[in-house]
C-alpha cells in the first residue's frame, strides 16, 4: 500500500531554546508542515509514502527535497510554480510565558498554484527519470587516497536509462547494464559510469539500417539446433540479410580465422591489452590470419553457416579470453538505437 499526503511545507525559524525573536542575532532554519510531517512519521514505520506539494524553483525547495528525500519520503510528485517559499517563526514557550507562531506565507507557491497546476495522474517514475536525466552526459571525477599516500584519479561519463541486472559466470552478484528497448524483464531507471581512460567502446559490427536487432542476448541458455545439448549464449546475434557487410569493431590483427561446426566460419581479432572479438556465421571472410584491420573496416559477410537457423552475425567479446557482455562495450549514441527482437 503506498501513502500520499498533500499540503503546504514551510521554513520555519525559531529563535534558540526558549529567547526572543527580536532579541536573538541568529534563528535556526528547519522545514515543517503537519502532512510532511505524517509523511516522515510513516516512512519511520516503513512504510511507502510519498509528499505532494508546490514549491518555488530556487535553492530553498532543493534543500527541503533533499531533507524529505533523507527520511525516505518519495518528492517525485512535488510541482514548482510561481511564488516564494512560506515561512513561519517560532518562539519558544516555559512555565507561564506561552509559545508563539508568526506565519508569512502569503504569495506561497502552494497559495498561487491553479487546479491545473498539479497532474493528478501523472506516473511518479517520470518525475524521478527526469531527474535522474539531469547527469545524462556529465563527467565525474574520483580521486582515491591509499594507506600508502599514494592517489588514483579517474573521470567517469555518466548516461542514464533503464538498467537491467545481468548474471554471468565472471559476475555471480550480477552487473547493471543498459537495456535495450523491446526487453521487457524488471528494470530501475539510473546512472551508468564508464570509465573514459580504461573503456573500449566498439564499433557496431554489422553495416546498414536494417541490423540492429539482437535476436538472442547474451547470457542466456538456449538449445542447439537439434535440441541435444543446451549451452550459455556467449555473445550476440545481429539479425540480417545474407551478404551484408561485416565490419571489425575495433583496429587490431586477425590472430584466428576458419570453420566451426558451432558458428560456422568465424575470425577472431586481437585488439591489445586482453580484449579480443569474434565474428561467427559468416558467409566468407575477406581478411587472413596475420592481417591489419582498422576499425568499420569490411572483414566479411553475414551468413547462416554452422549452426545457424537464418542469416545473422554471432558476435562475441572476450577480455583475457572470458566473454564478456558485447552490449556494455557500445556508448550510448550505439547502444540508444539497440533494440530486442
Same mark, same amino acid.
Given at each position: 500500500m503506498k501513502f500520499l499526503t498533500?499540503?503546504? $511545507?514551510?521554513? &520555519?525559524l525559531k529563535a534558540p531554546g526558549m529567547e526572543r525573536l527580536l532579541t536573538n542575532h541568529y534563528l535556526e532554519a528547519t522545514f515543517g508542515g503537519g502532512e510532511a510531517n505524517v509523511a516522515v512519521s510513516l516512512a519511520n514505520y516503513g512504510m511507502d509514502v510519498g509528499f505532494l506539494?508546490?514549491?518555488p524553483d530556487? !535553492? $530553498?525547495?532543493?534543500?527541503?527535497? &533533499? =531533507?524529505? &528525500?533523507g527520511f525516505g519520503v518519495d518528492t517525485s510528485r512535488i510541482v514548482t510554480g510561481d511564488g516564494r517559499f512560506g515561512? /513561519?517563526?517560532?518562539?519558544?514557550? *516555559?512555565?507561564?510565558l506561552p509559545s508563539r507562531v508568526v506565519y508569512d506565507r502569503a504569495w506561497s507557491a502552494i497559495a498561487m498554484a491553479k487546479p491545473g497546476d498539479i497532474d493528478w495522474d501523472r506516473d511518479p517514475r517520470v518525475a524521478n527519470q527526469e531527474s535522474i536525466d539531469r547527469m545524462d552526459g556529465a563527467r565525474l571525477t574520483v580521486t582515491v587516497t591509499f594507506t600508502d599516500?599514494? =592517489?588514483?584519479?579517474?573521470? /567517469?561519463?555518466?548516461?542514464t536509462g533503464r538498467l537491467k541486472v545481468e548474471y554471468d559466470a565472471n559476475s555471480p552478484g550480477g552487473i547493471l547494464l543498459p537495456q535495450l528497448a523491446g526487453d521487457e524483464d524488471p528494470w530501475l531507471y539510473g546512472v551508468y559510469a564508464v570509465d573514459e581512460t580504461a573503456s573500449r567502446f566498439l564499433q557496431w559490427p554489422v553495416q546498414g539500417a536494417n541490423t540492429i536487432s539482437l535476436s538472442n542476448p547474451y547470457g542466456t541458455p538456449r538449445w542447439q539446433p537439434g535440441g541435444k545439448t543446451c549451452e550459455?549464449?556467449?555473445? $550476440?546475434? $545481429?539479425?540480417? !540479410? =545474407?551478404?551484408? @557487410?561485416?565490419?571489425?569493431?575495433?583496429?587490431?590483427?586477425?590472430?584466428e580465422s576458419g570453420y566451426d561446426v558451432e558458428r560456422g566460419n568465424y575470425v577472431v581479432i586481437d585488439h591489445g591489452d586482453g580484449l579480443s572479438t569474434l565474428y561467427g556465421q559468416c558467409r566468407d571472410f575477406t581478411v587472413e590470419e596475420g592481417d591489419t584491420v582498422r576499425a568499420g573496416e569490411m572483414i566479411g559477410a553475414v551468413g547462416k553457416t554452422?549452426? @545457424?537457423?537464418? @542469416?545473422?552475425?554471432?558476435?562475441?567479446? &572476450? %577480455?583475457?579470453? =572470458?566473454? %564478456?557482455? !558485447?552490449? *556494455? /562495450?557500445?556508448d550510448s549514441d550505439v547502444r540508444d538505437t539497440l533494440r530486442m527482437g
Open positions: 498533500f499540503g503546504e $511545507i514551510m521554513l &520555519r506539494t508546490v514549491l530556487n !535553492p $530553498i525547495t532543493d534543500a527541503c527535497v &533533499r =531533507e524529505l &528525500r515561512v /513561519y517563526y517560532v518562539e519558544g514557550g *516555559a512555565n507561564q599516500g599514494s =592517489e588514483q584519479t579517474k573521470t /567517469y561519463t555518466l548516461s550459455t549464449h556467449t555473445g $550476440i546475434d $545481429i539479425a540480417a !540479410p =545474407e551478404g551484408e @557487410a561485416v565490419l571489425a569493431a575495433a583496429g587490431g590483427t586477425v590472430v554452422g549452426m @545457424a537457423t537464418g @542469416a545473422h552475425l554471432h558476435f562475441e567479446v &572476450r %577480455q583475457d579470453g =572470458e566473454p %564478456q557482455n !558485447p552490449v *556494455a /562495450y557500445f
